[in-house]
C-alpha cells in the first residue's frame, strides 16, 4: 500500500506512485502467506509468524518505513525488470538444479569461503517496542553461541538490531535468531552459467551438487545477476543458505516477565528529630554580627535519602 501510495485527505499522497502491475501480486500473496503462517510454542499458544504495529508520522520518509516493516519481517526486496518482488522469511524451494559440469570452465570463477574475523558477527542484541511497558523500547535476551565465538578466534562480536516496527517479544527473538543464523552462512561464489539459467532471478534458490566442492544439493540464493546479451550466458553472485535458519523449535523464546508500569507515589518521610535553634554568627572578636540557623536531625533514621532541601522565610 505504501508503494502503491496512500491518500491523505487535504495533503495528497504519501507514499510511491507505483502502477499495481509493477507490483506482482503472486509474489506479494507469498510473502503475505508466510507472515500468516501459526507458529505453535510448547504448551499451546500460537501467533502468526509476522506481525507489525507501528505508529507512522507523515513526515516520516515512506522508504525508512517500508524498510522497518521489512526489518521486522525477515523480509527482502529486489527489483527485476521493473518489478518489485518481496521474499519473506527463509528462502524458497530451488528452481534451478546445478552441478559442476553446468559451470561454464571459459568464465573466471571466485569464491569466497569466508569473511575476515573482524566483519562477522557471532551474538545479537535487539530492542523492541513493548505493549506491556507502555511501548517503551525493551531489551531482548541477548543470543550468544560458545561454538560460534570459537571459530572468530575467541571474541565476541554482537550485532544490535532496532526492531520499532515489531512490538511482539517472541517474534523479536524469531527474527534475531533468524538474522544471526543466516550471518554464519559465509560461502560466496561467482561463476557463470549457460543460457537455461536465464529463469533465475534476484533472491531466486538454486541448488548446487558439487564433488569439488563437497556439496549435495546445497542451496543457494542468488544476489546478482549479468546476462550476456551476445553469448545468453548468466554470470550468477551467489551465497550460501538455509531454509531451517528461519524456522524455531516449539520451546525457543523466552515469556520475558511483566514489567509494573503502575506510578505509585513516594509516600512523606518525616524527618525524625528535627528542630531549629537561633544562633549568631560571630566576628574574630566574638561580636555577633548576623543572626544564623541551626538545623539538627537524626541522619540514621533517613534510609534512601540522598539530600535535604529547607526553606526559611
Given at each position: 500500500n505504501i508503494m502503491r501510495g496512500i491518500e491523505?485527505?487535504?495533503?495528497?499522497?504519501?507514499?510511491?506512485?507505483?502502477p499495481k502491475a509493477d507490483?506482482?501480486?503472486?509474489?506479494?500473496?507469498?510473502a503475505m502467506n508466510v507472515c500468516d503462517q501459526i507458529v505453535t510454542r510448547t504448551g499451546g499458544a500460537s501467533s502468526p509468524r509476522y506481525r507489525a504495529g507501528y505508529e507512522i508520522k507523515l513526515d516520516a520518509e515512506p522508504a525508512a518505513v517500508i524498510e522497518e516493516l521489512f526489518r521486522a519481517s525477515a523480509t527482502q526486496i529486489a527489483?527485476?525488470?521493473?518489478?518489485?518482488?518481496?521474499?519473506?522469511?527463509?528462502?524458497?524451494?530451488?528452481?534451478?538444479?546445478?552441478?559442476?559440469?553446468?559451470?561454464?570452465?571459459?568464465?573466471?570463477?571466485?569464491?569466497?569461503?569466508?569473511?575476515?574475523?573482524?566483519?562477522?558477527?557471532?551474538?545479537?542484541?535487539?530492542?523492541?517496542?513493548?505493549?506491556?511497558?507502555?511501548?517503551?523500547?525493551?531489551p531482548a535476551p541477548d543470543l550468544y553461541n560458545a561454538g560460534w565465538e570459537a571459530e572468530d578466534g575467541g571474541k565476541r562480536r554482537v550485532a544490535t538490531l532496532d526492531l520499532p516496527a515489531c512490538p511482539y517479544p517472541l517474534?523479536?527473538?524469531?527474527?534475531?535468531?533468524?538474522?544471526?543464523k543466516d550471518e554464519r552462512r559465509f560461502r560466496r561464489h561467482n561463476l557463470t552459467l549457460p543460457p537455461d539459467a536465464a529463469i533465475l532471478e534476484p533472491l531466486d534458490t538454486l541448488a548446487w551438487t558439487s564433488e569439488r566442492n563437497g556439496y549435495s544439493t546445497k542451496r543457494f540464493e542468488v544476489s546478482e545477476l549479468q546476462d550476456d546479451v551476445v553469448t545468453v550466458?548468466?554470470?550468477?553472485?551467489?551465497?550460501?543458505?538455509?531454509?531451517?535458519?528461519?524456522?524455531?523449535?516449539p520451546d525457543f523464546?523466552?515469556?520475558?516477565?511483566?514489567?509494573?508500569?503502575?506510578?505509585?507515589?513516594?509516600?512523606?518521610?518525616?524527618?525524625?528529630?528535627?528542630?531549629?535553634?537561633?544562633?549568631?554568627?560571630?566576628d574574630?572578636?566574638?561580636?555577633?554580627?548576623?543572626?544564623?540557623?541551626?538545623?539538627?536531625?537524626?541522619?540514621?533514621?533517613?534510609?534512601?535519602?540522598?539530600?535535604?532541601?529547607?526553606?526559611v522565610r
Open positions: 491523505i485527505p487535504d495533503l495528497g499522497v504519501w507514499g510511491g506512485g507505483l507490483l506482482p501480486l503472486s509474489d506479494w500473496f507469498a527489483e527485476v525488470g521493473g518489478l518489485f518482488k518481496p521474499r519473506t522469511g527463509g528462502p524458497g524451494l530451488p528452481i534451478y538444479l546445478m552441478s559442476d559440469d553446468d559451470i561454464v570452465i571459459t568464465s573466471p570463477q571466485e569464491l569466497d569461503p569466508f569473511p575476515g574475523a573482524d566483519s562477522r558477527f557471532n551474538g545479537i542484541t535487539a530492542n523492541a517496542p513493548d505493549p506491556d511497558t507502555v511501548w517503551e523500547p525493551r517474534q523479536v527473538q524469531r527474527v534475531m535468531r533468524a538474522y544471526i550466458l548468466q554470470g550468477v553472485s551467489m551465497r550460501e543458505v538455509d531454509p531451517t535458519d528461519y524456522d524455531d523449535p523464546g523466552d515469556v520475558l516477565p511483566a514489567i509494573s508500569t503502575v506510578r505509585r507515589p513516594i509516600p512523606a518521610q518525616v524527618l525524625e528529630g528535627f528542630d531549629v535553634f537561633a544562633g549568631s554568627t560571630v574574630a572578636s566574638g561580636n555577633p554580627r548576623r543572626p544564623n540557623l541551626r538545623l539538627v536531625w537524626d541522619g540514621d533514621e533517613q534510609d534512601g535519602v540522598a539530600g535535604i532541601e529547607w526553606e
